[in-house]
């Protein structure tokens, strides 16, 4: 399966000259931020592959539109921002298998204050898995030249990932271990979940919060009621 997503996300990557090594990247941040927050071994590989795999809705997506450097029109402009929704139907063929990846791949440009896309929901409905996903995406993503304009170096797109983290659109601590995977230093008073608790029991918490009994709470998340 690793081979598969692999030779995937290759393929994605070779549509446009830009994004060379884009998917690889994000699959490697992705999983090693994961790892930082104790994520569930699941949730860890279910990152992996789901960076591989992130921008396959691009596939949907002319060729000429992410190639514009300028403005898009309204029309291009959706259909791009749909490219997670094609992605999210495209992983449903695997069925049950494939849930996980499809639900990640769907989210990987929402932001917790509701300004992402393509759904604009908020934090409440972005898992730990999620916010990761979209921290590594839009690092990775900084590093690399688009048509609108240029790489940032790595020192100015961790400046940047932190602002957007500062301004509620990015998660704090998913921001600081995809950082910390990519090797820079991060702040360690924001490494870990309030009180100490991990990133499955910040999970379990909000879900609380929500209401849920431990019953719905354990079916939510696939794990036990104990």
């Known amino acids: 399966c690793d081979e598969a997503f692999l030779a995937i996300a290759d393929m994605i990557d070779m549509r446009m000259p830009f994004t060379q ?13 994961g790892k930082r ?24 997506v002319p060729v000429a539109t992410w190639m514009r450097n ?7 402009r959706d ?7 094609y992605g999210e139907r495209a992983l449903a063929s695997f069925g049950r298998e494939g849930e996980a990846m499809a639900a990640l791949v769907l989210r990987h440009h929402e932001r917790l204050d509701g300004s ?31 048509p609108h304009r240029a790489a940032l170096t790595d020192t100015d797109a961790a400046r940047q990932l932190r602002s957007e983290a500062d301004q509620g659109r990015l998660d704090p601590a998913a921001t600081d271990a995809v950082l910390a995977a990519a090797g820079h230093t991060t702040h360690r008073s924001r490494a870990g ?16 919060a929500q209401g849920l009994p431990n019953k719905g709470i354990a079916n939510e998340l696939g794990i036990s009621r104990k």
């Open 21 to 33: 090594g884009h998917s690889r990247m994000v699959s490697e941040l992705a999983m090693g931020a």
């Open 37 to 60: 927050i104790g994520l569930p071994d699941p949730d860890v590989r279910a990152l992996r592959w789901s960076g591989c795999i992130h921008d396959i809705g691009e596939l949907v």
């Open 70 to 76: 300028g403005p898009l029109s309204v029309r291009e």
């Open 79 to 85: 259909a791009a921002q749909l490219h997670a929704y």
């Open 116 to 146: 992402g896309y393509h759904r604009g929901v908020g934090a409440t409905m972005l898992t730990n898995s999620a916010r990761v996903l979209a921290a590594a995406d839009a690092y990775h993503a900084m590093t690399q030249p688009r």
């Open 193 to 208: 979940g309030p009180g100490g608790l991990t990133a499955r029991e910040c999970e379990v918490l909000g879900l609380l």
